[in-house]
């Protein structure tokens, strides 16, 4: 069989520029990446446009699309003439997991771009490109294969074990909803508003060492999910947090949460989002417990929309550090989804393949689930 492989270039031994589009949820994101042969990879630019979904409640698969349709196309046209036109010589996009149709609005253009311009185009696996994201600060020195990511966004909650680019093993997964979706849920029962809820209830407890614990009732109790089913211990669960808030306004009266006073809901807040994460905590304890074969000191990277938040970073490093989990975190600004991590996965695989791509990738279809555990180079 011909092997379509070779008719491509090899992975340039000069400089090349690459465009990467995200477009999995509700942010149109492109961005230019120049990467030098020897040395580190360098943003030249990245422009977003996120869907403002405050009036809906939450992201409306349609409305996505749309908002992708409007946007995608003219946030690369302004990012190619604001930057005078660059030559590009690979173009990247997230293939899945995701939207279907926000997906394909991303792809399409993608592909189209890399028709037009005769350059490869490689389609990213989005939860790959988060895990990968420091690497590119450190140019691939940092973290090391093997190491262990907890990815937390409004999509996904897991632990992986990654021992190359082309080997993911979830050790701990969600039976249900995603940390980052419950948070959400949790906060607009507290009266929390805006397009990124986890973000705006994190800064509305604000200070940990200010908050008044003891404006609760004393009876109240925020149990930890999954400690007692044996069978599902390596499981993480989030969805009995948002499934507790209509329960507390019945029990002490609150109806509705959103009106109490600020004191009160600050306290709430901060008493269930430490209990998400004591259960991240006891979680990753008890996968690594199950799993001696893994070598312990470990790198331990924390990914994701969620990995922002201030007292997830301050619980994961003082409770992991002793077990011999180095914690580490994506840089803030890089944590909730963007084009620069695409960019970056897009090159891990470019290079480690030693030829972008075959014509196949220009079939590519959107992959609206997508386990990162099946994700190879032949993906
Ligand atoms: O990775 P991401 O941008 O999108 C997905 O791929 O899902 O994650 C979005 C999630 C949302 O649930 C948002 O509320 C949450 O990340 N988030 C936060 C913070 N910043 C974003 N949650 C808690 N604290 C934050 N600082
Ligand atoms: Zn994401």
Same mark, same amino acid.
């Given at each position: ?21 995200? $477009? ?7 961005? %230019? @990446? *120049?990467?030098?042969? &020897? ?5 030249? !630019? ?115 074990? $990654? ?7 979830? %050790? @701990? *997964?969600?039976?249900? &909803? ?5 948070? !959400? ?195």
């Amino acid at each position: 069989m011909l092997r379509l492989k070779h008719l491509f270039p090899r992975v340039p031994a000069r400089t090349y520029r690459v465009l990467a589009i995200e $477009s999995s949820c509700d942010d149109s994101a492109v961005c %230019l @990446v *120049n990467r030098p042969p &020897n040395g580190p990879p360098i943003l030249e !630019d990245h422009l977003k446009a996120t869907l403002d979904s405050a009036k809906d409640g939450g992201i409306i698969p349609i409305e996505a699309l749309s908002h992708h349709l409007q946007n995608i196309a003219p946030v690369v046209d302004t990012l190619m003439r604001k930057n005078g036109q660059p030559k590009v010589d690979l173009v990247c996009a997230t293939q899945g997991p995701g939207m279907y149709s926000s997906l394909a609005a991303g792809l399409q253009v993608a592909k189209g771009l890399s028709i037009a311009w005769k350059v490869p185009f490689v389609p990213v696996h989005h939860m790959l490109a988060h895990l990968l994201t420091p690497r590119f600060f450190t140019n691939a020195e940092s973290p090391q294969f093997p190491f262990l990511s907890l990815l937390v966004s409004g999509g996904h909650t897991m632990l992986v074990l $990654s021992k190359s680019l082309f080997n993911h093993e979830i %050790l @701990v *997964n969600t039976l249900d &909803n995603s940390i980052g979706n419950s948070l !959400d849920k949790c906060g607009r029962h507290l009266g929390i508003t805006g397009t990124m809820i986890g973000k705006e209830l994190d800064s509305f407890i604000g200070d940990w060492d200010t908050v008044d614990f003891s404006v609760l009732p004393q009876d109240i109790s925020v149990p930890l999910p999954l400690e007692r089913e044996k069978k599902r211990v390596l499981n993480f669960s989030f969805a009995h947090f948002a499934s507790l808030m209509p329960r507390f306004e019945k029990t002490y009266n609150w109806s509705p949460l959103s009106e109490q006073p600020q004191e009160l809901r600050r306290a709430l807040g901060a008493k269930i989002e430490d209990t998400m994460f004591t259960h991240l905590v006891r979680k990753i304890m008890i996968a690594l417990e199950s799993r001696p074969d893994i070598p312990i000191p470990i790198p331990l990277l924390c990914a994701g929309g969620v990995a922002a938040n201030s007292r997830l970073r301050t619980r994961l490093t003082s409770d992991l550090e002793p077990y011999g989990l180095h914690s580490s975190f994506v840089p803030l600004k890089w944590c909730t989804d963007n084009a620069l991590m695409i960019a970056w996965a897009g090159i891990e695989t470019f290079e480690a393949n030693n030829s972008v791509g075959s014509r196949a990738s220009l079939g590519a279809e959107p992959k609206a689930k997508w386990p990162l555990s099946e994700y190879s180079d032949h993906s």
